[in-house]
């Protein structure tokens, strides 16, 4: 199996960008990903590097790739399988003014450095944590230049899906020839809604398969996870969350009646039952996380 390191790394999405490896579809590959941090681990230097104003959004997160599928085209899709994640040494959360629900009342820059024994993130005091690591971004390329490269649209970007862990698919559209898949800013474990303003970000060594899905022409990003099928928002009408939402469910009821041939208003209805729309998990703004759309998975699988 061939491995992609993480030295081979971009900040920006650009259609025009040297693939850093091609692969086949079906293929599987090892892909190191460095934290958010890119390896800094104390306050000042991590200050000193990723300050940048009041905008979380332009922090340049180093994303592994980009990763050239063969014959992928526009219309096209990529299924991303996640068969193993598995962080590395230690992970890092951070708190800066700006971020997180009590912005107001924390202000300062402050670092909680965790080590990771085992299964476990240990916590400052020795509380273990549980590792469940999932990829926070991950994205293929549109046509023109994005920059940086995690801001969310219906290519992907910083998602913060932290449902997305091993077990679970991604599939995204694809804008440009070969795709041009990267992914990066990966956590060790994250809590509801990351309240502080980070998860426990980490380096990851990621086990995926990719599949090409011919003209599948998808809207936006669709997720499997190991309870939900979702259908991931995107921020196109400069961050109107109801719009975005909206958007979604017309979106999975599309899914529900013209690929699984239910009627409109059973469609409707089934998804007021199992299904969800979910805010983004900010209360800050739109752009730092996806708001997404889900079907219960057991619901949605008996649809054949």
Known sequence: M???TKDKHIYDLDPDAPPAITIESGEELIVETWDVFQGLQDSESIHQRFELGPDPSALPIPATG????RDAMPGDALKIDFIRITPIDH???????GSGYLDEDFRDIHVTLMPIEGDHLVFPGGIRIPLSPDMGMVATTPTYV????????????DIDLHD???GTTLHLPVFVPGGLLVMGDGHAAAGEATMAGTAAEAQLEVHIRVTLEKGRNLK??????????VILGHDKND????????????EMLDVLVGEKGMEPNDAYALLSVAGAVVGPASNRRLYMSSPKVTLDRQVYEQLG
Do not use: W
């Not at 980009?66 to 599928?69: A, H, L, M, Q």
């Not at 992970?91 to 003014?97: E, V």
């Not at 994005?146 to 970007?157: D, T």
């Not at 936006?220 to 099928?229: G, H, V």
């Open 2 to 4: 061939r491995r992609l």
């Open 66 to 69: 980009p990763i050239y599928v």
């Open 91 to 97: 992970a890092i959360q951070r708190q800066r003014p």
């Open 146 to 157: 994005l920059h940086p490269s995690g801001r969310i649209g219906p290519h992907g970007g």
């Open 164 to 166: 997305l862990g091993e």
């Open 220 to 229: 936006s990003p669709r997720a499997l996870t190991r309870s939900d099928f």
């Open 239 to 250: 961050g109107d969350l109801t719009e975005c939402l909206t958007r979604a469910v017309r």
